[in-house]
């Protein structure tokens, strides 16, 4: 069965500073890999994804994410935070047959100081 | 595109009564998912549809949950009846083959 796992429940980052967000996945062969965030009171909107080809991926408000397989890690990073950037974190596997079935983690929460 | 919409937003209602959630996911996307998110358990999903068909409904509580989808722009997911325990945002998404999830802003669900 397929499994996510975000060890960090909580992230506290200057403004400015450097993320990155952890995420193991577990998955028998090659994974679909998402980051999603999710904005207090809203719906999770995709950040990015991975399927195949290039390990490194980048994604929409200048987020990156690096799959590394011998890891099984999808890591989400952004050079230089944003106050805006402040809120939840997801990050999701899916399987690469026919259903579409993806698994998220338990999230993320990032907090921005001044 | 307007996106996923759901309705109602917000939810309040009494322990037994029937609750109804309804989205209309993106036009062209061929499959729709209902997720329940709480503290607690995080995001489940509750059921899959594809082409209008229910794929997987192993995630759906118990019998007191139902879901339907009877065209390619609707669906429901209905309680009843409803208890406390029920009291989650339910999110409803659509994609396209190729995933990428496209997540409605959720019904706030409170049953006192």
């Known amino acids: 069965a397929q499994s996510v796992t975000q060890p960090d429940i909580h992230i506290t980052v200057s403004e400015g500073a450097s993320l990155e967000l952890r995420c193991n996945y577990s998955y028998g062969a090659t994974p679909y890999l998402f980051w999603y965030v999710q904005s207090p009171g809203q719906g999770l909107q995709l950040l990015l994804k991975?399927?195949?080809?290039?390990?490194l991926v980048q994604g929409i408000k200048g987020f990156e994410a690096e799959f590394k397989r011998s890891q099984s890690s999808f890591n989400l990073r952004k050079p230089s935070v944003h106050w805006s950037d402040a809120a939840e974190y997801f990050c999701a596997v899916g399987s690469s047959g026919g259903y579409q079935k993806v698994t998220f983690g338990t999230g993320t929460k990032l907090q921005v100081i001044p | 595109d307007a996106g996923v919409i759901q309705s109602p937003r917000h939810e309040v209602t009494e322990m037994g009564q029937e609750v109804t959630l309804r989205c209309k996911p993106i036009s062209g996307h061929n499959s729709l998912f209902w997720y329940r998110q709480t503290m607690m358990r995080g995001l489940e999903l509750l059921i899959y549809f594809n082409n209008n068909v229910p794929i997987d409904d192993s995630g759906m509580p118990e019998d007191r949950f139902s879901a339907k989808m009877p065209n390619a722009s609707f669906s429901t997911l209905k309680i009843q009846p409803s208890e406390p325990r029920d009291s989650a945002v339910y999110f409803c998404?659509?994609?396209?083959?190729?995933?990428?999830?496209?997540f409605g802003s959720g019904t706030r669900l409170t049953v006192v």
């Open positions: 998404a659509s994609s396209l083959t190729n995933y990428g999830y496209t």
């Open positions: 991975y399927f195949s080809g290039d390990t």
